[in-house]
């Protein structure tokens, strides 16, 4: 059992949600899947899913270029729906259908582990979300997903969107603590190389599944990060063998 | 049973914290019994929690008219702390003992039915803190009573101070709710008027205790606010027999 020094000082975990926590692509599909009987439609849901999330960088590109002014994301998801809806000849929802929709996102299932490891890590961290979701779209995940958190921090508290530095400085100035007390939780490299870049700690969770089973694993380097996971249990074991130094 | 029309459509609890859901001043009565103990005090620590408390609304004051910046709440406190203990000739404190007074702030403890009623009322509504403590103050303080809050929201995220409107603002727009879909829930009327002038509900809690008992209750009028109830039971109790409408 190594200790890991760098991690010694962690007081609170940050951590990202869609794809991280919660496993949107195969929560859109079995909602697709619902949607699909109801109407009478054959919709690939996987490939609606994937669409639609390529759509988020792209979005968020427009409000960190100041193209848009600071719009939140289920504006920006609603926007990118409408076009995806014409293209996969989806014609037929209704006004309030197609916002019942667009909130599938506030319906997203965790991924197995995520409940019982952020319990186990709530008793010794303080544990918190730092997605680019909003506050009140987190709050119904966390509702919807039986998720425990200390306290919800978004990209809209800082009215930016990762991997903007103002949104790790907000999180980590409102939960007082200096950078190296705060580890960032992702599923993603450049999420963690942004946070890393502000000074926090970074631990890596990948989730191989969160593309579907076909997608690669995404590169890093070998010590890139403070810590690899294989999932939130994994984690809370790894940093059960690093306690914080008395006081 | 009547229905309350006015709070058929709330979907959210706004909780002031101290007072309403924890006894600041019984906290910091026993943590000062200690205190007295551990270094021969002789500490009338009623006198100085009233005290202390006492320099609360000035202290803000000094930042709601601009004479300090932005301002957080455990400075505030700290900076009172200091003449305090002067005047109550506590002069053996280490800076490292004085900082850990100045956090019993962080460690409140809840009123009997704070965690249960809490808990009840977050089965049906979103319930979050709208406080003028910190939002990583609310968090400890959460921790350390066993509060089971849905999100922090906090004076420092508006960077004003109750009853500024910007604070109520902040907090609905973060709901994502209209107005009169968040009910502010607390134990102060200035509090809740200042809620109801931005369209909030208000349910008002007495907490005949806060001051300890010789304080006489605070004045209201007759149906000037929601609903008032004896605690967080019977306020779960009231908006039991107030279903939402379907939809």
Known sequence: MTINVALTQVKALTFDVFGTVVDWRGSIIREGARLNAAKGLSVDWARFADA?????GPSMDRVRRGELPWTG???????????LLVAFGIDMLTENEQADLNRVWHRLDP????AAGLARLRARFIVATLSNGSVALLVDIARFAGLGWDCILSAELARAYKPDPAVYRTAVALLDCAPDEVLMVAAHAADLRAARAVGLRTAYVPRPLEWGPDR??????????DLVAADFRDLARQLDINPRWPG
Not at 111 to 114: E, H, I, K, L
């Open 52 to 56: 639609w999330r390529g759509e988020y």
């Open 111 to 114: 991924w197995p582990d995520s």
């Open 216 to 225: 690669a694993p995404e590169p890093y380097t070998e010590g890139e990060f």
């Open 73 to 83: 994301l289920d504006t920006l998801h609603r926007q990118s729906l409408e076009p």
